[in-house]
Antibody
Framework: QAQLLQSGPEVKKPGASVRVSCKVS????????ISWVRQAPGQGLEWMGW????????NFAQRFQGRVTLTTDTSTSTAYLELRSLTSDDTAVYYC?????????????WGHGTLVIVSS | EIVLTQSPGTLSLSPGERATLSCRAS???????LAWYQHRPGQAPRLLIY???SRVSGIPDRFSGSGSATDFTLTISRLEPEDFAVYYC?????????FGQGTRLDIK
């Protein structure tokens, strides 16, 4: 059974960076990709970007280009999201989701979410 | 970028009633790559439907999806208490993957 285990909640100050991890189990990491989706308080779901577990290729939503880095560690089947220059608007729950290895697909398996709070 | 607009924003119905949720795309969605998710408070979203009309294994058959090109519908034939949640449509395939703003299904 596919599972995605995310790191714990974070509290950051404006201007700082945050790194969220997503460790997968129950399937072969290299055969899939990982997308990241966030939900700000009272808002809907927002897709941020995708990384292939196969070759590390990435694709980002325009608004996150240059501010987000997605990486993977295939030796530990873990994906990472780094978001820089945080503002209060980045306060949200961040989800990693299982995706296709070659393109962005529907999201059949979700992590439990990581709450990131940005506050001075 | 394809924009997905869901309607209504909020739908108030009683258990046993039929729910019809709409998702309209600003451009045709290639290959009908349209998915629907259910999101309950405090939980991760759950995939219900992909490819416009294919139901995920384990999802009750009271959930059905239909539509093509720019107009898509999620129908819940007879509402159960656990169905009251927020529902999102999502377009996938080509970047960016976009979500609709959601429809909140409330108990009347």
């Amino acid at each position: 059974q596919a599972q995605l285990l995310q790191s714990g909640p974070e509290v950051k100050k404006p201007g700082a960076s945050v790194r969220v991890s997503c460790k997968v189990s129950g399937y072969t990491f290299n055969n899939y990709g990982i997308s990241w989706v966030r939900q700000a308080p009272g808002q809907g779901l927002e897709w941020m970007g995708w990384i292939s577990g196969y070759n590390g290729n990435t694709n980002f939503a325009q608004r996150f280009q240059g501010r987000v880095t997605l990486t993977t560690d295939t030796s530990t089947s873990t994906a990472y999201l780094e978001l820089r220059s945080l503002t209060s608007d980045d306060t949200a729950v961040y989800y990693c989701v299982r995706d296709w290895r070659t393109f962005i697909n529907y999201f059949d398996t979700w992590g439990h979410g990581t709450l990131v709070i940005v506050s001075s | 970028e394809i924009v997905l607009t869901q309607s209504p924003g909020t739908l108030s119905l009683s258990p046993g009633e039929r729910a019809t949720l709409s998702c309209r795309a600003s451009q045709s969605v290639s290959n009908n790559y349209l998915a629907w998710y259910q999101h309950r408070p405090g939980q991760a979203p759950r995939l219900l439907i992909y490819g416009s009309s294919s139901r995920v294994s384990g999802i009750p058959d009271r959930f059905s999806g239909s539509g093509s090109a720019t107009d898509f519908t999620l129908t819940i034939s007879r509402l159960e208490p656990e169905d009251f949640a927020v529902y999102y449509c999502q377009k996938y395939g080509a970047s960016p993957a976009t979500f609709g703003q959601g429809t909140r299904l409330d108990i009347k």
